[in-house]
């Protein structure tokens, strides 16, 4: 069986036929959107054409210097705790591969909810106890080889996991809360997208 490494091809008004990951993460992006600065714009309820959010940067009073990017919001699945190996908990699960994702989709937002790291500060987000952890992944990044070389399983799979744990690998380290990539332009060209992953990957 050959695998399926292209996004999906985008066409107007075309239903992506997802079974979605809640609305509640969406309703999560656009409020944390929204603190952030941002314009947020939503297809009317109840579409699903692949596209969750049109998000536009206030960088500027000129319209001409405004950048608009395409959104696909999905959150994560806590594995089954019976289920972990050794130094893989706590793991999440993205049910996201690429086919799902249109090729007009600029940017991949990846919710892990109401993780909970007890007393424990956690290594990535400096925070101990119940947290929201946002990843903000551009689509070439997303498909890029070496963010599957990083977390094992290719983002062309069905799913794939992260360990919020253990230290972040790029691009997720440089991903995690990275809401000002909605202010810069070119997110997906070459020199944007090297920049996510270290000189020696």
């Given at each position: 069986?050959?695998?399926?490494?292209?996004?999906?091809?985008?066409?107007?008004?075309?239903n992506s036929k997802s079974q979605g990951t809640g609305s509640k993460a969406e309703l999560l992006f656009f409020e944390q959107a929204e603190k952030h600065g941002f314009e947020v714009m939503s297809p009317a309820y109840g579409s699903d054409t692949g596209i969750d959010f049109q998000v536009t940067s206030k960088t500027s009073s000129d319209p001409k210097k405004r950048r608009t990017y395409n959104v696909q919001v999905t959150s994560?699945?806590?594995?089954?705790?019976?289920?972990?190996?050794?130094?893989?908990?706590?793991?999440?699960?993205?049910?996201?591969?690429?086919?799902?994702?249109?090729?007009?989709v600029d940017i991949i937002a990846i919710l892990i909810r109401n993780y909970n790291s007890g007393e424990e500060t956690n290594i990535n987000t400096g925070?101990?106890?119940?947290?929201?952890?946002?990843?903000?992944?551009?689509?070439?990044?997303?498909?890029?080889?070496?963010?599957?070389?990083?977390?094992?399983?290719?983002?062309?799979?069905?799913?794939?996991?992260?360990?919020?744990?253990?230290?972040?690998?790029?691009?997720?380290?440089?991903?995690?809360?990275?809401?000002?990539?909605?202010?810069r332009p070119n997110i997906n060209g070459k020199s944007s997208v090297n920049g996510f992953f270290s000189e020696t990957d």
């Open positions: 069986m050959t695998a399926t490494t292209s996004f999906k091809e985008a066409r107007l008004g075309k994560c699945t806590e594995n089954d705790p019976g289920c972990y190996g050794d130094g893989t908990s706590p793991s999440w699960r993205v049910a996201k591969p690429i086919e799902k994702i249109r090729e007009d925070i101990a106890g119940k947290q929201d952890i946002w990843f903000i992944i551009p689509r070439e990044v997303y498909g890029d080889e070496r963010m599957w070389k990083n977390y094992g399983r290719k983002t062309f799979n069905s799913n794939w996991c992260i360990n919020i744990k253990k230290a972040l690998l790029p691009p997720l380290d440089m991903a995690r809360e990275a809401w000002a990539l909605f202010r």
